[in-house]
């Protein structure tokens, strides 16, 4: 980020990543620091003040670099395709090393995207926060990388069907639609457009996932209810 902050965005980024370098706060901590940022962030170890200016900072920091993201990714999640502002869902910065193994790449630039809560949630568990952290799946942000070289994609909208179905063409793309769930992923979306009565239920769960997920208070309960609409099928 470093690249596109002005004089002061980057004196209150280098405070943050300061922070996480003397582990006063964990990369999680700082992230939500930049996501919300407020004068006062309390943490168990360390509390963190912002004034005025660096609070102004941090928003517009963050504007630019959401603005920068979504014209890289066309408005469709790095990994799933699906457009933005279906499904009522939210959309998540994505970490694609994750900060709490690579804290350095927290404030990243070339590791940051956008992904859909279903890519984010199911990639926490099954990439992220995985005992033997190994990264296998396809990087969206890797040099010359092209999607259709590693998963074929095809989506298909009539006025009573809606098919999404992936072809995974590479080791990584493999990697991606058995870790990321997207068999599951085709087999909801199919099944939500069959059936109103498991739609609606699909987008309840949806529009209450948000908001769950963006605290880590809720976040298990998102992944429980998420882990649902999976079931569904
Ligand atoms: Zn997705």
Known sequence: MKNIADKTERKTLKKLQDLINSRSIKPSEAWGCFSNPKSVHAFKKYTVNFTDEEI???NELREKVKKILKQKISKR????KRAMGQHG???NIEHIRCKSKHPKMTFALNNLTYACLDC???KNNAVDNKANYIFDIIDPN???FRYGENIGFLQLSTDSIHVLKYKPMSKAGNKTYEKLKFR???HIELLCSLNDTIGSLCDRIDERLPR????????ELAEFLQNMKFRLI
């Open 89 to 91: 869902m939210s959309w």
């Open 184 to 186: 599951e992923l085709e």
């Open 120 to 122: 984010n949630l199911v």
């Open 56 to 58: 102004k900072s941090l």
């Open 212 to 219: 769950l997920a963006s605290s880590d208070d809720t976040l």
């Open 77 to 80: 999640c790095a990994y799933c």
């Open 142 to 144: 890797s040099k010359g």
